[in-house]
Every structure is written in C-alpha cells, then in structure tokens.
C-alpha cells in the first residue's frame, strides 16, 4: 500500500505475524521518515534533496557491504540480509519522494502511474518478499493493489494537496472534461467536476479489482489483512460517490461503524 498516511486503510496489523513485525517496523520508518523529509516541516526544496541524498547514501552503503552510518539504516541493513530483500524498491521510494519535492504536476495518467510504480508499488513488492511470495503473477497483482490504493488516496486528497500547490489529477483529464485549475482552488462542483471524478473513480477501482485475486491466493493473516485492505480502498471509493464527488467539503474517512462492514465484505469475499 501507499506510504502515505493510512488512516483510511486498515494497516491491520493485529494480522501481522509476530515474526515479521521487526522488519515491517523498519521498513515503514524508512518509508515513513523519507516521506517525511519530502513533504513535512519548513525546509527547503534544496535542504530536502539533500537530506533523501543521504538516505540515498544509507542504501549505497547497505549495496557496498559497509556499515552503515545511522541506527536507522543499520537495522534496515539487517532487515535487508536477514530475508534477502531487493534494493530497487527501496531506491524507488527515495526516487517518488524526490519527485514530490519538484513535480507538482502530471501531464499524463501514464505519468501518475509511473510516479505509483515508485511511490507506492514498492511497499507491495517488500511485503511480498517478507512472506517469501514474491512471485511474478503475484507481484503484477501486488502493483495493481498499491497503485490503486495511491490514486484513491490523490482522489479523496485533492483540496489537501491543492494547498500543498499540487494536482495529482493528470492534466489531460483535466482539459479533457474542460476542468481549469482555478475550478478546484473555487472547489467548485459542477456537472464537469462530477464527470471527471466518476472517470477517475471508476478507473481506480477496476484496478483495485484487477488485483483483488491476490488476497484470495495467498495464505492465512497476509490474505486476510489484503483483503480488508481491498475493501478498505473500494469503501473509500464509496464514499466518494455518496459524497456527489464533493472530496473538498466531505473527505471520506473511514469511521468505527465501517470496520464491520469491511470485515463483513473480506469475508464475502470469492474469486471470479
């Protein structure tokens, strides 16, 4: 799943197996804190560079067999050795994090999907490697999960990243379904707004879907926590709908009253 704040997705992590709580520890505060670097605080786009060019260094000094200089990348070194993980996946979320700090916007759906393939679909690939699943069907569908997961994620935070200066709805949508930038700093909800939103929604759930098999394929807690994931993006989905595509006054968020229903959805769960 996304890196990004997960407070509408059921990290689920009572389904972790206690053995591998360690490492996901580790990884998500590389994650976590890299992101961090990116996009929180008052630093400068320079100052910010810099700081992930030395997370880059961590990760050159893990590839090297050298001892790593921080505590943080020592652990990660660890972590990394102990159940043989890829490095591209972590150099992939330093590139997406760097790429948030210049790019505010995307021309293209291809280009917000190549930013997904960097900023999210990592995470996917690491927790594939940790259960020892990292096989190529399962990895398409893993990729498939996350990149949906993130576009939901830019759907119901665009007035969020608007105020960060950034629009992650591909510019030719956008001009395609004739929505000017200056509509969404108004956060006005047309007719025109509503389209859009309904293409880009019902985009990311078919991707979501596409990959829903693979919380049926794999096996005990991680199927499980997968599943409520799926379901905890296709709710948010939802609830976009509910809303009239109006994310700028109705944010989904998932309340306690939804945790039953996802349950209840994961349970029902079946191949197609």
């Known amino acids: 799943m996304p890196v990004d704040h997960y407070e509408n997705f059921p990290v689920a992590s009572v389904l972790l197996p206690p053995r591998l709580r360690p490492a996901v520890e580790v990884i998500y505060a590389f994650a976590r804190s890299a992101d961090d670097l990116a996009d929180e605080g008052d630093a400068s786009d320079e100052e910010r560079l810099a700081a992930l060019a030395e997370y880059e260094h961590g990760l050159d000094q893990i590839a090297a067999g050298e001892h790593p200089d921080s505590v943080l990348f020592q652990k990660l070194a660890v972590v990394i050795s102990s159940y043989q993980l890829p490095l591209q996946p972590f150099r992939d979320l330093l590139s997406a994090f760097k790429q948030d700090i210049v790019t505010k916007r995307y021309t293209s759906f291809t280009d917000l999907l190549d930013y997904c393939r960097r900023s999210a679909n990592p995470v996917g690939t690491l927790m594939l490697h940790l259960y020892g699943a990292a096989n190529a069907d399962n990895l398409r569908a893993s990729d498939d999960i996350c990149s949906a997961l993130q576009l939901i994620n830019f759907w119901q935070d665009v007035a969020i990243d608007w105020q960060k200066e950034r629009i992650y709805l591909p510019l030719a949508d956008l001009q395609t379904f004739s929505i000017a930038e200056q509509q969404i700093a108004r956060q006005e909800v047309d007719t025109a707004w509503r389209e859009l939103m309904k293409f880009e929604v019902e985009r990311a759930r078919a991707m979501l879907l596409a990959g829903a098999p ?4 794999l096996p005990g807690r991680i199927g499980w926590e997968l599943r409520l ?8 989905l939802e609830c ?7 994310m700028f006054r109705h944010r989904p968020k998932l309340g306690k009253s939804d945790w039953l229903l996802l349950l209840l959805r994961a349970i029902r769960m079946k191949a197609k």
Request: proline share 0%; hydrophobic share 45%; net charge neutral.
């Open 214 to 217: 693979l919380a049926l394929r």
């Open 240 to 246: 976009i709908e509910a809303s009239g595509y109006d």
């Open 229 to 236: 994931v799926v379901q905890g993006g296709l709710r948010i």
